[in-house]
């Protein structure tokens, strides 16, 4: 396999965090956030991807104190129309997933590769959907994780892509954090809602987002009520997703805890 190593141990640790400007670019910038806490140790790879048919930029992020992240689960991280897996250090991710860990959550790795503007969906000629589900899980357990734990958390794009790949491959995830999904009635999300099954879902997004009554649309659809999840004051970027971070790193550390015994 083909990778370069771009990112070191302790990137963007305690940096400013770079804010989103989210799917309507004409909106003024958002003020930027800040990670609360140093991140451990977050790479940046090329790899060659069979189901896009491409080299992907491939992110992962461990949670300071954990070294390499042997052995830790997975979450998928599945990112939205203006970010990819080289904005994801800035974002700060690495960062608040220490915060999580420090208060308290399982630890777990971060790992997101670059899926471009087809939302997560399947395509013969190429195909996310199948990079996210069987070749990232691929790379991590070849980097030492756990892939037989996994997760997916994704906003705007990425959360209707992670939504998208609980349905398409029932059993996959353990649990699927949604940060306002780009959804609509009509779309592929909500035509296959019962395929979901019992996979937790935690459901967040702004009343200030135009997104907002699709997202609560679905919630009202899904055939069990969000184990988590809330509808505060926020618009469509970083600085209004990074305030929900804790609470969904939180939701996805409970849920890739090891099974008990049998």
């Known amino acids: 396999m083909r990778r370069r190593t771009l990112l070191a141990a302790g990137i963007a640790g305690g940096s400013a965090v770079a804010a989103g400007a989210g799917l309507w670019s004409g909106r003024s ?3 930027p956030v800040r990670a609360p806490a140093p991140a451990g140790v977050e790479r940046l790879e090329r790899v060659w991807s069979a189901a896009r048919g491409r080299e992907v930029d491939l992110y992962t992020a461990v949670p300071h104190g954990h070294g390499d992240g042997r052995g830790l689960p997975v979450c998928l991280v599945l990112h939205g129309g203006s970010k990819r897996p080289p904005d994801f250090a800035a974002l ?3 960062g608040f997933l ?3 860990v420090r208060r308290g959550t399982p630890p777990f790795v971060l790992a997101g590769a670059t899926g471009d503007r087809l939302a997560w969906q399947p395509s013969p000629a190429d195909d996310p959907q199948r990079m996210a589900a069987e070749e990232i899980p691929a790379w991590c357990a070849a980097r030492g994780f756990d892939p037989s734990r996994l997760a997916a958390w994704g906003w705007s794009m ?3 892509g992670a939504l998208l790949l609980a349905e398409a491959r029932p059993g996959l995830l353990r649990a699927v954090a ?6 609509t009635p009509a779309d592929p999300v909500f035509a296959g809602l019962t ?11 702004g009343t200030g987002d135009p997104l907002y009554p699709q997202v609560r649309t679905l919630h009202d659809a899904l055939p069990t009520p969000p184990a988590t999840g809330g509808y505060t004051l926020g618009r469509h970027n970083f600085t209004y997703w990074s305030t929900l971070l804790s609470s969904a790193f939180s939701f996805i550390g409970a849920s890739l805890r090891p099974s008990p015994p049998a």
């Open 178 to 183: 949604a940060f306002s999904p780009a959804v």
């Open 98 to 100: 220490t915060d999580a």
């Open 158 to 160: 990425g959360g209707f």
């Open 195 to 205: 395929r979901l099954g019992d996979t937790p879902v935690g459901l967040w997004c």
């Open 29 to 31: 910038r958002p003020a």
């Open 92 to 94: 700060g991710l690495g």
